[in-house]
């Protein structure tokens, strides 16, 4: 595997069900050549409606809401109709990559979808990093594995990623922080020694 090929993408993946739902869901992709691979855990909405419906849309946003909003059951966001596939995309992002499934390597537990691009779009400038965005989205990652990881190092995670909370975060950040925090002192409610099942599995 190159550089390229290791090179994780975090994005928003939305897929359309064929009988017409749509779902929407963070996502790491990654790129090999022209082909964009997105592999998601069994069980998993977006990998039923890609297979099913053959596209899907990757939205690149900084909006980090949308990324702690789809973990914590908010996924009510605003869509715009694709140009070339029937999936739609969202309609507040920098950039859109819009894929027909081209090839499955199947796996029980986390198949490779391999996509073609067939029309990218960029809506508005990327106006630069802020460390509270990384942080929310490392926090997302965090949160969708929370049945996987050792409690004291969720804990410890969360320390170091506080810090650029409370350094650099606007409003979006502190809410979608803000979230992902709920969610993760739910989990310490309903049982201190264990987590629920992980938030990836309807990616």
Not at 115 to 126: I, L, S
Not at 134 to 141: D, G, M, Q, R
């Amino acid at each position: 595997m190159n550089a390229t090929e290791a090179l994780i993408q975090e994005v928003i993946v939305t897929t359309r069900h064929p009988a017409g739902r749509v779902h929407i869901a963070p996502m790491g992709i990654r790129r090999h050549g022209e082909t964009i691979v997105i592999a998601p855990f069994r069980p998993s909405v977006t990998l039923d409606n890609l297979v099913a419906s053959g596209c899907a849309v990757v939205n690149y946003t900084d909006d980090v809401r949308v990324f702690a909003g789809c973990l914590t059951g908010r996924r009510d966001w605003p869509l715009a109709a694709a140009a070339r596939v029937p999936a739609p995309r969202l309609a507040e992002v920098l950039a859109h990559t819009e894929l027909e499934l081209e090839q499955i390597e199947d796996d029980p537990v986390r198949p490779r979808l391999l996509c073609r691009p067939v029309f990218e779009a960029t809506h508005r400038p990327f106006q630069g990093f802020n460390r509270a965005q990384a942080a929310v989205v490392e926090l997302a990652i965090l949160v969708s594995r929370l049945d996987r990881l050792p409690a004291g190092k969720i804990a410890a995670e969360i320390d170091y990623l506080r810090i650029a909370i409370e350094k650099t975060a606007g409003p979006r950040e502190q809410a979608a922080w803000n979230w992902l925090m709920e969610r993760v002192a739910g989990v310490r409610v309903r049982d201190p020694n264990s987590a629920p099942s992980s938030a990836s599995a309807d990616r």
